[in-house]
């Protein structure tokens, strides 16, 4: 199977990525929300480190690797939207 990811590790921030899904792989996102994909060192770091295809219930699929010692997993889009309205509240509070 194919999903459509956010992929804004590897790529333009607006840049979506075709991810082939192995059957294992489409049972793991939808029992888990989250599927690892491939292992990668992104520049700067030390160590390959594994990216996974996650399920936003808001935006769709998104690739992400797993942070901290939680190991979870955050939406670009979320993110950005959670940014706009930080900015528009520090904005109104003055």
Request: overall charge positive.
């Amino acid at each position: 199977m194919k999903v459509q990811a956010v992929d804004r590790h590897f790529g333009s921030p607006d840049r979506k990525r075709m991810v082939h899904l192995s059957f294992r792989q489409m049972l793991e996102l939808k029992v888990f929300g989250y599927a690892q994909i491939f292992t990668r060192t992104k520049q700067g770091w030390r160590h390959p480190v594994p990216f996974y295809v996650v399920e936003c219930k808001d935006h769709g699929y998104f690739i992400d690797y797993a942070h901290g010692y939680r190991r979870y997993f955050t939406c670009p889009l979320c993110r950005d939207r959670q940014k706009r309205e930080m900015v528009a509240v520090k904005k109104a509070v003055g």
